[in-house]
């Protein structure tokens, strides 16, 4: 294993495995870029896992190094919040597959010395969690006081319980779900062949050239609908223009929205990288917990003795409530201690990662309830 920087909270290890993935791969060596912040207490008994969405990353509540933006949950994670790290031990991995430090598509492939661009082996939600179980032995924690996250981190934080029962006190699901509908893939679908159709992709093999910039930026804006709702799309954008007083009678960004999620697409070319959203993507898609376990939701949960809470959004359209009270029927069935709360927002999926002081109030009051 690498030397590791024990101080400051950005951090990396290389982990020799191998990792079995579910492919069939071993993997190794294994990549992981991770934060820490606070202090493990010495029964190892305060370690908090947050595990991040999509387009995330394990600067949860640190300036990130490419935007300079605050961390994107600095609103769950800090002094005074739900997860403080005066009292708990926070970790949060960048996912396999990713593109912010663990191994993934961009990654040096070791056999050949070049980036492993889509000879990188297709990995699971399941392939992360073994994943980030590495990271945990590396850092001398046995079990997690909890593991959290929203949207594919709930999808993680799912899996933690059906993979590792043992490992984990308490699970926070938070607007996610326990697989990906025929929609789901759909959408994404359409993002992966705007990056495909790309002629910079070339196959996925761009690095050290220009990236296919304008088939990530694409797949960005289609995905960036379904995080919305059209209550806050109207709310903040309505058919306003954009920086005029009539139409152009052409297809520049004549509306505010347009102009919106052109700025997103753009933006996110700057962080991310094309082949990682197609590996990533692909893992959720591929994600289906009861499949995992003969077909029955409630056998993922049987072996574990944690504690359970789920929060869904009632505008969130992407993974709505339906979803979360189908696992919460599979967690009583298990007879796993389950509470469950749906909140209003006008914001849609997105409501996880913006100013929600009621979400906060209930993952306080659920962490603060297994002491």
């Known amino acids: 294993m690498s030397e590791d920087q024990r101080f400051g909270t950005a951090r990396h290890v290389t982990l020799p495995g191998p990792l079995r993935l579910d492919g069939g791969v071993l993997l190794s060596p294994v990549d992981i870029a991770y934060e820490t912040y606070g202090t493990l207490a010495p029964d190892g008994g305060n370690a908090i896992l947050i595990c991040h969405a999509l387009t995330g990353d394990q600067h949860v509540a640190s300036e990130h190094p490419r935007t300079g933006k605050p961390g994107w949950w600095t609103r769950m994670v800090g002094p005074g919040r739900p997860i403080d ?41 399941r392939d992360m969690v073994r994943a980030q179980a590495l990271l945990l032995d590396h850092l001398g924690v046995a079990r997690l006081k909890a593991v959290v996250g ?7 934080a799912l899996s ?20 990906h509908t025929a929609q789901n893939i759909a959408f994404h679908e359409v993002g992966r062949q705007a990056i495909m159709a790309d002629p910079k992709w070339r196959e996925g093999d761009y690095y050290g050239d220009e990236p296919p910039a304008a088939g990530l930026a694409v797949a960005r804006m289609a995905a960036h609908i379904t995080y919305l709702s059209e ?11 954009q920086a005029r007083e009539a139409k152009s009678f052409g297809f520049d960004a004549d509306f505010q929205v347009e102009s919106y999620l052109r700025h997103q697409g753009l933006s996110f070319v700057d962080r991310f990288d ?29 072996a574990t003795q944690a504690r359970f809470c789920l929060v869904s959004f009632d505008t969130d359209w992407l993974y709505p409530t339906i979803e979360s009270r189908g696992i919460v029927a599979a967690l009583n069935a298990a007879g796993a201690p389950v509470s469950f709360v749906e909140l209003s927002s006008p914001y849609g999926h997105d409501a996880f990662l913006l100013e929600a002081p009621e979400m906060n109030r209930v993952v306080d009051g659920f962490l603060k309830g297994g002491r």
């Open 160 to 179: 933690w319980p059906a993979t590792f029962p043992d490992r984990v006190a308490a699970v926070v699901v938070i607007a996610s779900t326990a697989r």
């Open 231 to 241: 209550a806050g799309l109207t709310e903040k954008f309505g058919r306003r223009l």
């Open 85 to 125: 790290p005066a009292r708990d031990f926070v970790i949060c991995a960048n996912v396999l597959g990713s593109c912010m430090g663990s191994s993934g598509p961009a990654s040096v492939n070791p056999a050949t010395g070049r980036p492993w661009a889509m000879a990188f082996p297709v990995i699971t939600i």
């Open 150 to 156: 929203g949207s594919m981190g709930g999808m993680q």
């Open 274 to 302: 094309a082949n990682s959203y197609l590996y990533i993507t692909r893992a959720m898609d591929y994600f289906d917990l009861a499949e995992e376990h003969g077909g029955l939701l409630a056998n993922a949960f049987r």
